[in-house]
Each structure stands twice: as C-alpha cells, then as structure tokens.
C-alpha cells in the first residue's frame, strides 16, 4: 500500500503561481511513476502531467504544457507541480497519484486549487 498525501492548495489571482506538493509514504518501493490530476467543478477528471520515477521523461496535457513543471525527489518520495501563469480554468481539485508498474493506482484525497481575482 502507498498513502500519498497532497499540499500547497489555495486561492491565487490569475497569471500567479502555485506549488503543489505531494507525499508518499508507505510501500513506495512499488511506485512506476507519479502524476498529477484534476478535476474542475462539474467536469470530468483529467490528467496533467506525468513522470517516471526513475526516468527524466515528463509529459503534460496540452492545457497545461509550458506552465506547469512536474517534478520529483525520489530520496524523499515526493512529488512537485509547479503551476505558473495561473488561469481561471485551471481552478479545480488537483490529485496525486502513484502507479505501480502494472497498472495499479493509489490516489491522494486531492488539493483544491481555486484561481480568481
């Protein structure tokens, strides 16, 4: 089992920035590759952005590409999202999520990031 859990939500003007965090904790030596999702009010989720934990590959929703930065800290099992230039519709409930190789999920209970002025 890995528990994740997900920090750094807020309020935020547009064009501001934020960094979410996230911690792993558990068996994290079952983790493949870390992502973060979303999900706007009243919307479906989608995902993000991804990384591999033991890869430099990172790959991100067209929507977000150019704005936000995943990274990761494997010596401490943490996960980043670093969202710049904030927009009103990236405002949504931001989850991070551990895959184990084969497929596997575990989910954190999500981070609301709300972007208004």
């Known amino acids: 089992q890995v528990h994740l859990v997900e920090s750094g939500g807020g309020l935020v003007q547009p064009g501001g920035s934020l960094r979410l965090s996230c911690l792993a904790s558990?068996?994290?030596?079952v983790i493949w590759s870390l992502r973060w999702y979303r999900q706007p009010p009243g919307k479906q989720r989608e995902?993000?952005?991804?990384?591999?934990?033991?890869?430099?590959?990172?790959e991100y929703s067209g929507a977000v590409k150019g704005r936000f930065v995943i990274s990761t800290d494997n010596a401490n099992n943490e996960v980043y999202l670093q969202m710049n230039n904030l927009k009103p519709e990236d405002t949504a409930k931001y989850y991070c999520?551990?895959?184990?190789?084969?497929?596997?999920?575990?989910w954190g209970q999500g981070t609301q990031v709300t972007v208004s002025s």
């Open positions: 999520v551990a895959a184990e190789a084969a497929g596997y999920e575990y």
């Open positions: 995902l993000v952005a991804t990384a591999l934990r033991n890869d430099d590959l990172r």
């Open positions: 558990g068996d994290t030596g």
